[in-house]
């Protein structure tokens, strides 16, 4: 199958281990990646923020991109959440019916990596290989907003080597909620405090979530109390193998006080 | 010839009840957070509710279905909102009761205290009231000299321990019962001094107080949280009785009703009653529904009077995205999900409506220029609508309120920038080399500026990695 990779700007940026593995899985199975290049963001952070009308040459641009394509797949609930609930509301409230139906187009056919992988390929058990103690955080618009369900755990319990460990409390927010960390820093540092209390209580070394921004966020909060359990998205952990292609090494987190 | 421009609708007015905070939502969280007590009686309480609640709503098949009812018979409510208030109007007052209509809190405030003054009563027994409380009602009153006593176990102990309700339903719930004790002994009078923290002490001391108080005052006031419109029959929902003593005992009953509580027929009661007790106290049926049409000879007040409350509720309803906020049945449902809540409390939103729902309600009422906070107090994690027993999209609402809110300067002018360099592939892409550039410029021991130090302060940033996604993609 001829599948386009939406990336999504923090991924392509800050994260974009989690974008190759999401390729190399893909590929290993037997498709055809492509990245369609006029790609940028897909306008949430705008969005959610209160700027709508400046989202909307996002939206176009968005849809613009990936309409050609019969199959798209981001590593992301959230931005896939964005594009499936935000992207014709922002355009029909931008007085654009037109583009509004065609993002509704464009929706119907992007999907999140789980998604894509159980309801459209059919595979849950993708021939991974991982031996770690892993925890799983199933990220809000994962699964709220997307309803992606048991998807990512049923991917995860076919991973040889993997000891997957059922996180307390797991369907609680992180705190991350984009702008929410920044406008609102102590509420969310007090929800990740929480958060990391319940993946420290799992014993497992990694915390793994669909989505590179929650990831982002509690990452960072366990790298600063120097825990030593480390975030990889899911992507990573389906396309490690035997023969290697696990989770790349990156320098530890930037100690920034 | 002179012309009226019947433009938008009022707001609430300022000066005037608990809609307003006195400061920012961040500012009061990060007081609110600093409680450790605080912290822990939330954390408990909230945890409890959500157990219970959820149990009694996995038990019920149709629930979907029952939320999709409510829904519906909200939105047909405020379809045809004029003709069922005028409808029930009718219906009160030709079962001898007297309705006033008031258009802001200062109205329904005046109404209500000439009404008792009439009376000669200066003490009125109030049943626990979300719309008495958003218009000040009692300071209103105390200011003209009438003593109003909650009678409402929880906010009972709020008045008496001179403190604000924290949640809709269980106004008390950042308190343990050892301060309930200490509230108790140090205000309530007569209190047996050897009083213990034990809950059944706790009540029993509240009850000695409040029946000797329902026994002696002629006038009561309450909220509602229906009106049937087809019998002008109105409806109190309780746990506790108390409401009931109010409802009943006195000579005169004043009932002050946020407009949008009206719904055409008794049958519509079936689903409301059957989602309320389940969402908010986790119950499978309430214990103490009250319902009252007019007055009865013999029987209970003989003197009835509606006062109903616009308050902003015209402007609310102006929205059409904003307006499912008063589909509103107050069940707090939304409150006990919420994580945000969960940790700061509801004194932190600065208005009787607290958590999620408060975060969409109280700006709609006030403008969003009096509460331009709230509509950011949520990580929009959607706990909230998930759990809305009648399907208001908080999450859709905040996100339609933070597009009206005024917005920082610098934001601004950050937002507009970062739109257009996505716009241009080839400046995002060199946007995207500059952020590397932080690996030379921002190294360690360096933290991000302001506004930006919020996440550095309690947590490290990754290192930008040394080729994009884009650049990888390219080479290959």
């Not at chain 2, 379809?79 to 802001?104: F, M, N, Y």
């Not at chain 2, 920082?408 to 970062?418: G, K």
């Amino acid at each position: 199958m001829r599948i386009a990779l939406f990336v999504t700007c923090l991924a392509d940026t800050m994260f974009p281990e989690a974008a190759k593995a999401t390729v190399r899985l893909l590929e290993r199975l037997g498709h055809e990646v492509v990245f369609p290049e006029g790609q940028t963001c897909c306008g949430q952070m705008h969005v959610n923020t209160g700027y709508q009308a400046q989202a909307m040459p996002l939206v176009r641009r968005h849809v613009r991109t990936f309409d050609p394509y019969d199959v798209i797949v981001a590593p992301s609930g959230s931005c896939v959440g964005s594009v499936r609930h935000q992207h014709a509301l922002v355009a029909r409230r931008g007085g654009d019916e037109r583009l509004a139906s065609r993002a509704e187009s464009v929706a119907g056919r992007t999907y999140e990596l789980s998604e894509l992988l159980v309801d459209v390929l059919g595979v849950t058990d993708v021939g991974a290989y991982f031996p770690h103690r892993v925890t799983y955080h199933p990220t809000c618009h994962s699964l709220r907003m997307l309803r992606v369900g048991d998807r990512p755990l049923r991917l995860l319990r076919e991973v040889r080597g993997l000891d997957l460990v059922q996180l307390p409390a797991a369907e609680q927010c992180c705190g991350f909620g984009g702008t929410f960390a920044v406008k609102n820093a102590d509420t969310s540092t007090a929800m990740l405090a929480d958060k990391m209390r319940h993946v420290l209580a799992t014993g497992a070394d990694v915390c793994a979530a669909g989505d590179v921004s929650c990831l982002m966020h509690i990452g960072g909060g366990l790298s600063r109390l120097r825990t030593g359990v480390r975030t990889v998205h899911l992507a990573e952990i389906l396309a490690a193998t035997e023969a290697g292609g696990g989770p790349e090494r990156r320098d530890e987190l930037v100690v920034r006080t | 010839m002179t012309r009226t421009f019947l433009g938008m609708p009022a707001t609430a007015p300022q000066g005037v009840g608990q809609l307003r905070g006195e400061q920012s939502f961040p500012a009061a969280a990060r007081q609110a957070l600093a409680d450790a007590q605080l912290r822990r009686n939330l954390g408990h309480a909230t945890a409890t509710i959500r157990a219970k609640s959820g149990a009694v709503i996995a038990e019920a098949p149709d629930w979907e279905e029952l939320r999709a009812a409510g829904a519906a018979i909200k939105t047909d409510v405020l379809a045809r909102l004029p003709e069922l208030l005028e409808q029930l109007e009718a219906r009160v007052t030709a079962a001898g009761g007297v309705v006033h209509w008031a258009a802001d809190a200062n109205e329904a405030n005046r109404i209500v205290t000439d009404l008792v003054r009439a009376t000669g009563s200066d003490r009125v027994i109030k049943v626990k009231s979300m719309a008495t409380q958003e218009i000040g009602l009692n300071e209103a009153l105390d200011a003209a000299g009438i003593i109003a006593v909650e009678t409402d176990l929880a906010e009972l102990i709020v008045q008496l321990g001179d403190d604000r309700p924290s949640h809709i339903l269980v106004p008390a719930i950042h308190r343990n019962r050892a301060e309930i004790r200490e509230i108790f002994l140090r205000a309530m009078p007569d209190v047996d001094p050897a009083l213990t923290d034990e809950p059944a002490a706790l009540a029993a001391a509240a009850r000695r107080f409040l029946r000797q108080t329902f026994l002696t005052t002629p006038v009561a006031v309450s909220g509602a949280n229906f009106a049937v419109a087809e019998t002008g029959t109105l409806a109190v929902v309780e746990s506790e009785g108390n409401g009931r003593m109010c409802l009943t005992l006195p000579e005169t009953l004043i009932t002050v009703m946020g407009v949008e509580k009206v719904v055409p027929t008794w049958r519509d009661l079936e689903v409301f009653l059957q989602l309320l007790p389940r969402a908010s106290t986790g119950e499978r049926m309430n214990p103490y529904t009250s319902m009252w049409t007019g007055v009865t000879p013999g029987d209970g007040p003989q003197a009835f009077h509606l006062v109903l409350l616009d308050n902003g509720r015209s402007a609310v309803l102006a929205d059409e995205v904003g307006r499912q906020a008063l589909h509103c049945i107050r069940c707090s449902a939304c409150l006990n999900v919420c994580p945000v809540y969960e940790r700061v409390g509801g004194h932190a939103y600065g208005s009787v409506y607290p958590g999620p729902i408060g975060a969409v309600l109280s700006p709609q009422l006030t403008g969003v220029a009096d509460n331009a906070s709230l509509p950011y107090a949520s990580s929009l994690c959607g706990a909230c609508y998930d759990a809305c027993p009648v399907k208001i999209n908080i999450p859709e609402l905040l996100v339609h309120l933070r597009d009206q809110a005024p917005h920082p300067r610098a934001e601004s002018a950050a937002m507009a920038a970062a739109a257009y360099t996505m716009d241009h592939p080839a400046l995002y892409a060199a946007a995207q080399r500059a952020t590397r550039l932080s690996r030379w410029a921002g190294r360690r021991g360096r933290g991000l500026p302001p506004p930006l130090s919020g996440w550095t302060a309690g947590r490290d940033l990754p290192e930008p990695p040394a080729e994009t996604f884009r650049e990888w993609w390219a080479k290959r």
